[in-house]
Nanobody, 118 residues
Framework: QVQLVESGGGLVQAGGSLGLSCAAS????????MAWYRQAPGNQRELVAR???????NYAESVKGRFTISRDNAKNTVYLQMNSLKPEDTAVYYC????????????WGKGTLVTVSS
């Protein structure tokens, strides 16, 4: 199994910045990509940003230009730097790891709450 632990969530004013971290442990061999998802109450979980093992990234249109995802393979950690935060960014942010070995499989962290006040 793969364990993912998020950190860095909190309360921030609109226009501010916040950085999230996700540390992966356990059987991390074979992970092809990591990502950040978010979910607000009553909403579906949505992809925020994704990064492959080769460093390729993609972002949701709503965060493009404001958020940056990065990965430190040596530390088995993925980061999400969030700038120019908006109230609509308020959600629980989840770290995700995708592995193709033994068939596609996703691993999830417990989430960290980000609250952006207006």
């Amino acid at each position: 199994q793969v364990q993912l632990v998020e950190s860095g969530g909190g309360l921030v004013q609109a226009g501010g910045s916040l950085g999230l971290s996700c540390a992966a442990s356990g059987n991390i061999f074979g992970i092809n990509a990591m990502a950040w998802y978010r979910q607000a109450p009553g909403n579906q979980r949505e992809l925020v940003a994704r990064i492959t093992n080769s460093g390729s990234t993609n972002y949701a249109e709503s965060v493009k230009g404001r958020f940056t995802i990065s990965r430190d393979n040596a530390k088995n950690t993925v980061y999400l730097q969030m700038n120019s935060l908006k109230p609509e960014d308020t959600a629980v942010y989840y770290c995700n790891a995708h592995r193709i070995l033994l068939g596609p499989m996703d691993f999830w962290g417990k989430g960290t709450l980000v609250t952006v006040s207006s």
